[in-house]
T-cell receptor, first 116, second 111 residues
Framework: NAGVMQNPRHLVRRRGQEARLRCSPM?????VYWYRQLPEEGLKFMVY????????ESGMPKERFSAEFPKEGPSILRIQQVVRGDSAAYFC??????????????FGSGTRLTVV | TQLLEQSPQFLSIQEGENLTVYCNSS?????LQWYRQEPGEGPVLLVT?????EVKKLKRLTFPFGDARKDSSLHITAAQPGDTGLYLC???????????FGSGTQLTVLP
């Protein structure tokens, strides 16, 4: 069984460009979470989505950042007009039920975004 | 915003020694999880604790959950170089449906 698939693994963008990060959850998982991690730090929550719905985006910057999880296809985290401060590792996780319950999250390997 | 404190931030020990990592909050957790993260990879779930006073075990790793459900720890017995990695606790409170992660403990076990 495939785990959570994220692509690309590495992404380099110039300041002002757009970054699109993709996440395909585990089969049977309909809940997706995006986190950002800076070097040697913990993960910061950004957004929680279910199919076609944003449930909680309290951790996502109001400007330039958006997320979606369409009925078909992967979840997308989109960063417009990237700045150097956006450089980080972005992780996607999925779970089979609402909330963390007793199941925990299954994480992807992340996308390392570097803004030059 | 609920705060989750994890300590120490860095820990370097010799092979064979024991160690403890701490995770606590001023509020009652609805559940708490421990993850381990290798460089260049995503976190991997080690254990989930839900019931106050419970102690989960995973080989040489022990995870007690406080009676009041406000704290937990990770204890490793006879650490090995293969235990090296970033250990993260993550918790949720009340009806929150997303996890809040601690800042992590970078463990290095020297041979």
């Amino acid at each position: 069984n495939a785990g959570v698939m994220q692509n690309p693994r590495h992404l380099v963008r110039r300041r002002g460009q757009e970054a699109r990060l993709r996440c395909s959850p585990m089969k049977g998982h309909s809940h997706v979470y995006w986190y950002r991690q800076l070097p040697e730090e913990g993960l910061k929550f950004m957004v929680y989505l279910q199919k076609e719905n944003i449930i909680d985006e309290s951790g996502m910057p109001k400007e330039r950042f958006s997320a979606e999880f369409p009925k078909e296809g992967p979840s997308i985290l989109r960063i417009q007009q990237v700045v150097r401060g956006d450089s980080a590792a972005y992780f996607c996780a999925s779970s089979p039920v609402a909330g963390q319950g007793n199941y925990g999250y299954t994480f992807g390997s992340g996308t390392r975004l570097t803004v030059v | 915003t609920q705060l989750l404190e994890q300590s120490p931030q860095f820990l370097s020990i010799q092979e064979g020694e024991n160690l403890t990592v701490y995770c606590n909050s001023s509020s009652v957790f609805s559940s708490l999880q421990w993850y381990r993260q290798e460089p260049g990879e995503g976190p991997v779930l080690l254990v989930t604790v839900v019931t106050g006073g419970e102690v989960k075990k995973l080989k040489r790793l022990t995870f007690p959950f406080g009676d009041a459900r406000k704290d937990s720890s990770l204890h490793i017995t006879a650490a090995q170089p293969g235990d090296t990695g970033l250990y993260l606790c993550a918790g949720a409170w009340g009806s929150a449906r997303q996890l809040t992660f601690g800042s992590g403990t970078q463990l290095t076990v020297l041979p």
